[in-house]
């Protein structure tokens, strides 16, 4: 048996600490505020890949007809990966992809650092 979160029905963000709701249209994917994600699926919703690592956003492109894609690169293993942007996505995080100025560390939980 595999641990996994399922995420149709929200998930707290590994980066930020947000307690991310679901959505009603599509499967959430990614957290709506720093917009990470977890490097666990193969293929998209399957969750059958072990190496949860961290999928940072490191570029938004504007498609006609699917609106923002982000590309991520896993933070682990360097795999990159693409999602759609949802629609309750924070823009100014979106923006901040887009102009290549967003640092991951800005959205750490510092909570959750645990000190030495
Ligand atoms: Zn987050
Ligand atoms: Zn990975």
């Known amino acids: 048996m595999k641990n996994f979160v399922k995420n149709d029905s929200g998930f707290i963000c590994a980066v930020c600490g947000k307690a991310v709701e679901k959505l009603n249209s599509t499967s959430r994917d990614h957290c709506n505020f720093c ?3 977890l490097h666990v699926d193969v293929n998209p919703g399957d969750r ?24 991520y690169k896993c933070s682990k293993c360097g ?3 693409n ?5 309750d996505d924070n823009f100014s995080t979106i923006l901040k992809v887009m102009n290549k100025t ?15």
């Open 35 to 37: 917009l990470c994600s």
């Open 48 to 71: 059958q890949n072990d190496c949860k690592g961290v999928l940072v956003p490191i570029e938004v492109t504007q498609n006609a007809k699917k609106g923002y894609i982000i590309t």
């Open 79 to 81: 795999q990159t990966h």
């Open 83 to 87: 999602n759609k942007a949802a629609e």
């Open 102 to 116: 967003y640092n991951i560390d800005d959205y750490r939980n510092k909570n959750e650092i645990h000190a030495k």
